[in-house]
């Protein structure tokens, strides 16, 4: 076990250095020089000005260099200076990073607890009425592009309706009121795959355990329902599914790039998409990182967890 | 009595002679989902090959009515914000969506597949350095990672479909490894090794024909995935830009108007929807009908 987790650690390892070089050469292959960019964007065309700031910016140095400094400065929390935000990037993050995170959690939320709730109900009333809707459900969701969710719920309950506001995302120590009802669609939106993703995969591991033996045992001793499914089925279903919520967080990040941009939430995905189409390479860089990692260590975490909720599974 | 019992598992466990297409078929139309798939799809592709005979204008010329109309007899979709055709443009974006779900798998899936039986076949660094890589590749979201990837390209139709390509490979590398690596067990790939047949066609002639159904499988679910993820570019605004008619940037472009023409944003998004919806489900019988082993895994 302890073996285990250090060669899975030390294999993490190995994966982030790919990902930094990853990250680090598709950015040097844009197929304008940002900086050449940024200076055209300024108005007058200056060969001293773009040689200037490629110096400051240590772009004119050999590659490997420039990434060793990159990363020696991340590693000390230094994301480096935004060229089109006029802000250093820690800045830009601090502003961006809550918003996201409140938006994730309150989708991570609806999808894990509503999904597995959902799947678990499917499975032990299979043939009834909400069995019957959930597998065609999860698939209409799982193939409706989330933009397109985004614009019905804006239409239907934004500008039909009127009851939701559909711009803009306050974070709820700022105003509580406003920010939950600003967060409804977005994390409607945003939750959407994961919540059928979970409970298609609840549901199929449930109808799985419930056939086994110690369960039969459970019903046989006269147990109720409520006891036999939470304390005997439960845990053990629940195993697949989080493979599936720590893939939730990819889903995630993902969901805010569009989610963000759809109700114009001024979060990492939003400005990860300006940025982008702004050719600020500085925060493309260091986002498309926070992004690879955290999704790494959320890998990690599940594969170590693993072994933890399921004492049958060994590594060797 | 377990005499009788044991007889009739013998029995049962001769495979009645079936006719293997007549088996397919009739497992793949089991269910109506998968018929209604396949026939969606089939409208698509008329829609796509015969475009410019269906569509009712130019997708391209300005002002075939006045400039965003309500559906009407004349313009059943309406007319976009310059006065085009919503419906012949949705039918012309079909055209784009097949050609880069088309292109990107059979590029992505013969650059992976090769990867991925390289990987598996040879094992030792091989495998660690393309799997890691694989990994590497399998930390950014879908999504990110296109957008990373077409934003370095550039736009346009060629270029999205590299950032696909290469944004999906990890998926074939890592089913590939895995099928080869459980192939490479069986005593016929083991015959072939002892009797010092080449390396290269025991991978081609042995080990791709047998790992063909769930590649099937996964590349027809990768078309739905590949035409929601070009979608999803064009609504940000990447990839494929107008005045190319694309689904996804036809909802980017119309969805300031939402409030007063809702069609023109609801048109190529449900387009979207339908074709998405009816490759998985097309996928999805192909798994049942090709091998239903598959179901959960792909």
Same mark, same amino acid.
């Given at each position: 076990?302890?073996?285990?987790?250090?060669?899975?650690?030390?294999?993490?390892?190995?994966?982030?250095?790919?990902?930094?070089?990853?990250?680090?050469?598709?950015?040097?292959?844009?197929?304008?020089?940002?900086?050449?960019?940024?200076?055209?964007?300024?108005?007058? &065309?200056?060969?001293?000005?773009?040689?200037?700031?490629?110096?400051? %910016?240590?772009?004119?140095?050999?590659?490997?260099?420039?990434?060793?400094?990159?990363?020696?400065?991340?590693?000390?929390?230094?994301?480096?200076?935004?060229?089109?935000?006029?802000?250093?990037?820690?800045?830009?993050?601090?502003?961006?990073?809550?918003?996201?995170? %409140?938006?994730?959690?309150?989708?991570?939320?609806?999808?894990?607890? *509503?999904?597995?709730?959902?799947?678990?109900?499917?499975?032990?009333?299979?043939?009834?009425?909400?069995?019957?809707?959930?597998?065609?459900?999860? *698939? *209409?969701? *799982?193939?409706?592009?989330?933009?397109?969710?985004?614009?019905?719920?804006?239409?239907?309950?934004? &500008?039909?309706?009127?009851?939701?506001?559909?711009?803009?995302?306050?974070?709820?120590?700022?105003?509580?009121?406003?920010?939950?009802?600003?967060?409804?669609?977005?994390?409607?939106?945003?939750?959407?795959?994961?919540?059928? &993703?979970?409970?298609?995969?609840?549901?199929?591991?449930?109808?799985?355990?419930?056939?086994?033996? %110690?369960?039969?045992?459970?019903?046989?001793?006269?147990?109720?329902?409520?006891?036999?499914?939470?304390?005997?089925?439960?845990?053990?279903?629940?195993?697949?599914?989080?493979?599936?919520?720590?893939?939730?967080?990819?889903?995630?990040?993902?969901?805010?790039?569009?989610?963000?941009?759809?109700?114009?939430?001024?979060? &990492?995905?939003?400005?990860?998409?300006?940025?982008?189409?702004?050719?600020? %390479?500085?925060?493309?860089?260091?986002?498309?990182?926070?992004?690879?990692?955290?999704?790494?260590?959320?890998?990690?975490?599940?594969?170590?967890?693993?072994?933890?909720?399921?004492?049958?599974?060994?590594?060797? | 009595? +377990?005499?009788?019992?044991?007889? +009739?598992?013998?029995?049962?466990?001769?495979?009645?002679? /079936?006719?293997?297409?007549?088996?397919?078929?009739?497992?793949?139309?089991?269910?109506?989902?998968?018929?209604?798939?396949?026939?969606?799809?089939?409208?698509?592709?008329?829609?796509?090959?015969? +475009?410019?005979?269906?569509?009712?204008?130019?997708?391209?010329?300005?002002?075939?009515?006045?400039?965003?109309?309500?559906?009407?007899?004349?313009?059943?979709?309406?007319?976009?914000?310059?006065?085009? #055709?919503?419906?012949?443009?949705?039918?012309?974006?079909?055209?784009?969506?097949?050609?880069?779900?088309?292109?990107?798998?059979?590029?992505?899936?013969?650059?992976?597949?090769?990867?991925?039986?390289? +990987?598996?076949?040879?094992?030792?660094?091989?495998?660690?350095?393309?799997?890691?890589?694989? #990994?590497?590749?399998?930390?950014?979201?879908?999504?990110?990672?296109?957008?990373?990837?077409?934003?370095?390209?550039?736009?346009?139709?060629?270029?999205?479909?590299?950032?696909?390509?290469?944004?999906?490979?990890?998926?074939?590398?890592?089913?590939?490894?895995?099928?080869?690596?459980?192939?490479?067990?069986?005593?016929?790939?083991?015959?072939?090794?002892?009797?010092?047949?080449?390396?290269?066609?025991?991978?081609?002639?042995?080990?791709?024909?047998?790992?063909?159904?769930?590649?099937?499988?996964?590349?027809?679910?990768?078309?739905?995935?590949?035409?929601?993820?070009?979608?999803?570019?064009?609504?940000?605004?990447?990839?494929?830009?107008?005045?190319?008619?694309?689904?996804?940037?036809?909802?980017? #472009?119309?969805?300031?108007?939402?409030? /007063?023409?809702?069609?023109?944003?609801?048109?190529?998004?449900?387009?979207?929807?339908?074709?998405?919806?009816?490759?998985?489900?097309?996928?999805?019988?192909?798994?049942?009908?090709?091998?239903?082993?598959?179901?959960?895994?792909?």
């Amino acid at each position: 076990m302890g073996a285990f987790i250090v060669r899975r650690l030390l294999m993490a390892l190995l994966v982030l250095i790919l990902v930094t070089i990853l990250v680090f050469m598709v950015i040097r292959f844009l197929p304008l020089d940002p900086i050449t960019l940024y200076v055209i964007g300024t108005g007058n &065309m200056d060969e001293a000005r773009i040689q200037f700031l490629n110096h400051q %910016y240590g772009l004119d140095r050999p590659l490997y260099v420039q990434y060793f400094s990159w990363i020696s400065k991340v590693v000390r929390g230094d994301f480096g200076y935004s060229l089109v935000a006029k802000d250093s990037v820690s800045t830009l993050l601090k502003q961006r990073v809550p918003v996201t995170m %409140y938006l994730g959690i309150v989708s991570m939320i609806i999808s894990t607890v *509503v999904g597995i709730t959902i799947g678990m109900l499917a499975a032990i009333r299979r043939g009834k009425w909400l069995d019957n809707i959930v597998s065609p459900l999860s *698939v *209409v969701l *799982v193939c409706l592009p989330s933009f397109l969710l985004g614009i019905f719920l804006i239409y239907i309950f934004g &500008m039909k309706a009127h009851w939701l506001p559909f711009h803009d995302l306050v974070l709820p120590w700022q105003n509580f009121t406003l920010s939950i009802r600003q967060v409804i669609m977005p994390a409607i939106c945003m939750s959407a795959l994961g919540l059928a &993703m979970n409970a298609r995969q609840m549901r199929s591991s449930m109808l799985e355990i419930i056939r086994q033996d %110690y369960v039969r045992t459970a019903w046989s001793k006269g147990l109720t329902e409520r006891i036999v499914i939470l304390k005997h089925a439960l845990k053990n279903s629940l195993i697949p599914v989080v493979t599936l919520v720590g893939m939730g967080v990819g889903v995630v990040f993902a969901g805010a790039v569009i989610t963000e941009t759809i109700f114009s939430i001024p979060g &990492m995905g939003r400005l990860f998409v300006t940025c982008i189409q702004g050719q600020d %390479y500085i925060v493309v860089q260091d986002l498309a990182l926070i992004f690879g990692s955290v999704i790494l260590l959320v890998n990690l975490l599940v594969d170590i967890s693993y072994s933890w909720i399921d004492p049958r599974i060994r590594y060797d | 009595m +377990a005499v009788q019992t044991s007889q +009739a598992l013998a029995v049962s466990e001769i495979a009645p002679r /079936t006719n293997e297409l007549r088996r397919f078929t009739r497992v793949f139309f089991k269910r109506w989902v998968v018929a209604l798939g396949l026939v969606i799809l089939l409208l698509v592709f008329i829609a796509a090959i015969f +475009a410019p005979w269906i569509a009712p204008y130019d997708p391209y010329k300005i002002a075939t009515g006045g400039a965003l109309e309500q559906p009407s007899a004349k313009h059943w979709l309406g007319t976009d914000r310059i006065g085009r #055709d919503t419906l012949s443009r949705v039918i012309f974006g079909s055209r784009v969506a097949l050609e880069v779900g088309f292109i990107t798998v059979a590029v992505a899936s013969i650059i992976g597949v090769s990867l991925g039986m390289i +990987a598996g076949y040879f094992g030792g660094p091989f495998y660690i350095i393309i799997m890691r890589a694989v #990994d590497a590749l399998m930390c950014f979201p879908g999504l990110i990672l296109f957008m990373f990837l077409s934003a370095m390209l550039g736009n346009g139709v060629r270029n999205v479909i590299i950032a696909l390509s290469i944004g999906t490979i990890a998926q074939y590398v890592r089913v590939m490894c895995g099928l080869t690596l459980s192939l490479k067990q069986n005593d016929y790939i083991l015959a072939q090794v002892s009797i010092g047949a080449p390396r290269f066609r025991t991978m081609v002639q042995h080990i791709l024909p047998n790992a063909f159904p769930p590649l099937i499988v996964l590349m027809t679910m990768q078309l739905g995935t590949l035409i929601l993820a070009e979608a999803a570019l064009g609504f940000l605004g990447m990839g494929i830009v107008p005045p190319t008619a694309a689904w996804g940037s036809m909802v980017n #472009d119309s969805y300031v108007y939402l409030q /007063t023409n809702p069609w023109l944003c609801f048109a190529p998004g449900i387009c979207i929807f339908l074709v998405v919806f009816s490759f998985n489900m097309v996928g999805d019988g192909l798994r049942d009908a090709l091998d239903p082993r598959l179901r959960g895994l792909l």
